[in-house]
């Protein structure tokens, strides 16, 4: 089993990837959205939601399942990668097929070069699945790391390069493509896992087993997610579709760090303890207030102060993404609770589980969307039925937990209310500091050195645990790797 100091280190050094990767998308995006117009954002996230549907088919929940396995060995790694890479060919040749379909219902014909250059990202994903898995049931998170900074910074002077040159939107696919070839290349060369003549269809099912569910569960959830592209980019315009998806981008860079760095170590250290519930209910509250602690003030802050900054990042021609910035902040501020219960569930082995709750969202879900469609008749509209879905979500994904750990949805609130509403204080001063209409770059600034004051200061006056465990983390991280 995964010692504390380990499961420490890993989560560290996978925020520190997620740090770095995001810090340089965040950069790189800036610059292309300044170099682009919204319309080769909003054609390239059309062709990413469709990328997204085909990877879940390829993924299947097996690397989530190997991840689970207690003694998952050689052959049943094998038995996945083949498995997966034969369905990455079924799947890209229906997707290549497809392609002037999807072009001509989208009136866009320039989309089928696109796709067909873009979904071959699937087989590298294979690949990708895999080795991530291997890192994640060996805790070895400090490979991603290297793996993310040595692969980002190339193709993203590649996609800088090229939209100087006046390539378009091909400097995003080409900054797509490069990025993901890299990625698994430097991984090949870092991690010891290759490829073995193994294969055994007994392993395959057993792990299939329990990652159809898994599979079934990721299907919902993205084509639901993605269903939101497809539906802005048809009903309205792929300028619309880019300022709904530059606005969900902008939180999502802060939440992906922590949120995903915790999600990504949480999965294999609870399943090392899915036999004793005590501990995992302890390593559970520990993540839900942790990152809460992290998340909510990140996603109050930028929020309260979204029209500076995207005026200031992206420029005038960006604004309207401005209210989507604000609503995906809100519900952004709710994913340690979907992640800590979620991860919880699956490491318990539990997958039936997580596929009802998928069931039962989506069928609200979709039925919101609907409404919001129907009634609002905008992307804004959209956007808030997805707010009002992620509140009702909160309740749904806590729920089996009350009766697995005794961890219910309201003790789960009471631990998350104090960042809470220490960030509400927090948020309220950014915004009487906005009000003063002074320069827009002293603002900003301010603004941050006040928020940042307000809430650790607090935090700090207020004894909040979760500030020196914190403190305290980094600090034995920095003694333990000597710096």
């Known amino acids: 089993m995964p010692s504390k100091a380990s499961i420490i280190s890993s989560l560290v050094w996978k925020f520190m990837e997620r740090m770095g990767i995001q810090g340089t998308q965040f950069v790189v995006s800036i610059i292309l959205a300044r170099l682009l117009a919204p319309e080769d954002f909003g054609l390239i996230a059309l062709v990413m939601a469709v990328i997204a549907i085909a990877n879940v088919f390829v993924q299947s929940g097996l690397g989530t399942a190997l991840i689970q396995k207690k003694d998952a060995d050689d ?14 060919g079924v799947v890209y040749a229906i997707i290549f097929f497809a392609a002037p379909f999807i072009a001509d219902f ?20 294979v690949f990708n699945s895999i080795q991530y898995a291997f890192v994640a049931r060996n805790m070895m998170f400090k490979k991603f790391f290297f793996r993310s900074i040595g692969s980002m910074i190339p193709s993203s002077i590649i996609g800088i390069t090229m939209a100087f040159t006046g390539f378009g939107v091909w400097a995003l696919v080409a900054q797509q493509l490069s990025n993901s070839i890299l990625a698994v290349a430097i991984m090949w060369v870092v991690v010891p896992w290759r490829p073995k003549l193994l294969f055994s269809l007994e392993r395959l099912s057993k792990l299939f087993s329990f990652g159809w569910k898994l599979l079934l569960s990721s299907i919902l959830d993205t084509v639901y997610s993605q269903l939101q592209s497809f539906i802005i980019g048809k009903m309205f315009s792929p300028a619309s579709l880019a300022f709904y998806d530059r606005g969900s981008h902008f939180p999502y860079i802060i939440i992906n760090n922590v949120n995903n760095s915790i999600q990504a170590v949480m999965l294999p250290s609870l399943s090392a303890y899915q036999d004793d519930r005590p501990q995992i209910k302890k390593m559970m ?72 709750l998928e069931i039962i969202k989506k069928a609200y879900g979709l039925t919101i969307l609907i409404a919001s469609i129907l009634y609002f008749r905008s992307p804004i509209g959209i956007a808030y039925g997805a707010a009002l879905c992620t509140v009702i979500a909160s309740f749904v994904n806590a729920f089996p937990n009350n009766k697995l750990l005794n961890y219910g949805y309201l003790e789960q609130i009471k631990d ?68």
């Open 285 to 356: 509250r520990r993540a839900i207030v942790t990152s809460s602690f992290l998340i909510i003030p990140m996603m109050a802050g930028l929020g309260a102060m979204a029209e500076p900054v995207v005026q200031i990042l992206l420029g005038d021609k960006w604004l309207p993404c401005v209210p989507f910035v604000q609503i995906f902040c809100f519900i952004y501020a709710f994913y340690p609770i979907h992640t800590s219960n979620l991860s919880a569930i699956n490491a318990m082995g539990r997958s039936d589980i997580f596929l009802k």
């Open 106 to 125: 989208y009136e866009k014909p320039a989309l089928v070069t696109i796709i067909r250059i873009l979904t071959l990202t699937l087989f590298v994903g």
């Open 75 to 88: 052959t049943d790694f094998s038995s996945v990668f083949y498995a997966s890479l034969a369905l990455a």
């Open 416 to 483: 998350i209310l104090p960042s809470a509403l220490l960030a509400c204080v927090m948020a309220i001063a950014i915004i009487a500091l906005g009000c003063l209409h002074l320069n827009i770059f002293l603002t900003i600034v301010l603004q941050i050195v006040l928020g940042s004051v307000i809430y650790l200061g607090l935090a700090k006056i207020l004894h909040f645990e979760s500030l020196d465990y914190l403190l305290k983390t980094v600090a034995d991280f920095r003694r333990k790797h000597g710096k």
